[in-house]
């Protein structure tokens, strides 16, 4: 297991920590923490951006820095309140991770690619969309017949496009335009 960096909101620097931050998706391979690293200096911005954030809002919660798949990856957990940081559909957790990306833009002077997660929620609604496109790649495979998914997210149509990748006879695209950009699983020819 990688090692994380954890903000407990109200300190100033981040410590090394046990515990990783589960995405539940496999990770090809360990990445060593090296305060060096630009990643690690991505999610160290991150985590005092967000500490201020919710120093401001007088919210609870303590900020995990990891690095995975190549990207800095924030957490924030353990507080009271949360939900209304994520929003109906997560809303709120997008465009916080938005605010977030462009505070470390504006310090490193880089587009970042970071992850943020508040109380769970991108990782349980991760889980849920897998099952969906499989359960939707399956559908097709039986019947032959396409698939159309209400309209979603980048991050929702990436997840159901890897979940029907793993299902043999199916495939996937994208259709529409944003915000109203959806997931159609068609069988393969």
Do not use: C
């Amino acid at each position: 297991m990688s090692e994380t960096a954890q903000h407990p909101v109200g300190s100033q620097e981040a410590s090394p920590a046990d515990t990783g931050y589960d995405t539940t998706e496999a990770v090809d391979e360990e990445y060593e923490i090296d305060a060096e690293d630009p990643l690690v200096r991505e999610g160290d911005i991150a985590g005092d951006y967000l500490e201020r954030l919710l120093d401001l809002l007088d919210y609870d919660g303590d900020i995990d820095l990891d690095v995975e798949a190549g990207r800095a990856v924030v957490s924030i957990d353990g507080g009271k309140d949360l939900g209304k940081l994520v929003g109906s559909r997560g809303q709120v957790l997008e465009a916080l991770q938005e605010l977030t990306r462009l505070a470390v833009q504006q310090e490193t002077g880089v587009r970042s690619r970071l992850m943020l997660d508040i109380a769970g929620w991108r990782a349980n609604r991760r889980r849920e969309l897998r099952e969906l496109g499989t359960s939707a790649a399956e559908r097709v495979a039986k019947s032959g017949k396409p698939v159309r998914l209400q309209p979603m997210t980048p991050f929702e149509r990436k997840v159901v496009h890897d979940a029907v990748a793993a299902i043999e006879g199916v495939t996937s695209e994208s259709e529409g335009e944003e915000p109203r950009r959806r997931v159609v699983v068609i069988p393969e020819e």
